[in-house]
DNA sequence: TAAGTGCGTCGTT
DNA sequence: AACGACGCACTTA
């Protein structure tokens, strides 16, 4: 796991061949863990860890990512690809309801399972889960925790639209 | 308005 | 078969 230094605490990172394939957010009381040493860690990782490292740092400072680094999402079912896939498309700044995203998925029955989609996604901040709220414009649940979607939300200013409580 | 109940719906375990 | 990061209709206070 390669750490990201923040404001906010130390994000956490996980690559595969494919590319990112987990996103953690600052856990209080672990200290890092394996931080692997930089010098076994491949090239082509570092360049993609680089980029993670700018997207987390730009979307915390309330700016547009920028180029995402190679996303490994195969560790989901399809329904759930399908479901990160459009989630990827909600534009910086914006949001969806459970509902609106999962009749852009394809399955506007599925309202329920889109809920469980975004629990199951591995990649929290880059693959914008926190974009989704519910409807009559509020919040929603989050299962790292209401507070991080809150601050990611405020950061893209988009936490003034939203009912408030 | 706010809070509570019930049910439809469907992917996942 | 049971359980949700849901949504909607409806009842009560």
Known sequence: M??????DGVFLARY??????????????KSSPESTSPSDVPSEICQ???RTDQCVQKILAGKPPGKLPPLDLSSG?????????????IPFGEVLSYAQLALKAGKPAAVRAVGGACGANPIPVLVPCHRVVAAN???GGFSSGLKWKRL??????????LQPA
């Open 16 to 29: 595969s061949v494919e590319g990112l394939c987990e996103l953690k957010f600052p856990q209080p009381g």
């Open 2 to 7: 390669l750490p990201i230094r923040t404001e």
């Open 77 to 89: 079912t399809d329904f759930q690809r399908g479901i990160w896939k459009a989630m990827l498309e």
């Open 152 to 161: 990611l939300l405020s950061r893209e200013a988009s936490l003034f639209r």
């Open 48 to 50: 993609w860890h680089e």
């Open 137 to 139: 414009r509020r919040i």
